[in-house]
């Protein structure tokens, strides 16, 4: 009967420490923005060849910036969501992206944390993510690692 107690209990304290656990890669776990484009802004999404998962570093930052240079991160990248996971930040999703004027960035806005955009621009591979206030000011830039 002892024995049977000591498995129901290792069985129970094993699943809820399962269960209870966060996949820090699960976009689903994370806080999500999900962003209304404005008038005259053209939702669109990111190119397929762009949509993966990245593991990224912080190329240029102005000082003052959180994030400095060096920087890693995880982003994963999806037709119309980009999951933000900065190391030693809660992660968060950004929904809906619209095209720049120019056609040759697809913009991620937050407007739930920090008011700044995450500008993807590449063509075959992933250039650059610009990462950009609503106001226009150049925060930082990351590159794929």
């Given at each position: 009967?002892?024995?049977?107690?000591?498995?129901?209990?290792?069985?129970?304290?094993?699943?809820?420490?399962?269960?209870?656990?966060?996949?820090?890669?699960?976009?689903?776990?994370?806080?999500?923005?999900?962003?209304?484009?404005?008038?005259?802004?053209?939702?669109?999404?990111?190119?397929?060849?762009?949509?993966?998962?990245?593991?990224?570093?912080?190329?240029?930052?102005?000082?003052?910036?959180?994030?400095?240079?060096?920087?890693?991160?995880?982003?994963?990248?999806?037709?119309?969501?980009?999951?933000?996971?900065?190391?030693?930040?809660?992660?968060?999703?950004?929904?809906?992206p619209v095209a720049s004027?120019?056609?040759?960035?697809?913009?991620?806005?937050?407007?739930?944390?920090?008011?700044?955009?995450?500008?993807?621009?590449?063509?075959?591979?992933?250039?650059?993510?610009?990462?950009?206030?609503?106001?226009?000011?150049?925060?930082?830039?990351?590159?794929?690692?």
């Amino acid at each position: 009967m002892k024995n049977l107690k000591k498995i129901t209990f290792l069985l129970l304290t094993a699943i809820a420490f399962i269960s209870c656990s966060v996949d820090d890669n699960n976009s689903s776990a994370c806080e999500t923005c999900t962003y209304s484009p404005a008038n005259g802004e053209t939702a669109t999404t990111v190119p397929t060849v762009l949509q993966k998962d990245y593991n990224v570093i912080v190329d240029t930052s102005v000082n003052g910036y959180r994030f400095a240079k060096g920087t890693t991160a995880s982003f994963k990248v999806e037709a119309t969501k980009l999951t933000v996971n900065f190391n030693n930040e809660p992660c968060f999703t950004m929904e809906n992206p619209v095209a720049s004027t120019n056609g040759g960035e697809t913009i991620f806005t937050d407007t739930c944390n920090e008011n700044i955009t995450y500008r993807i621009s590449g063509g075959s591979s992933l250039n650059e993510i610009n990462i950009i206030s609503i106001s226009g000011t150049f925060l930082a830039s990351i590159k794929a690692q």
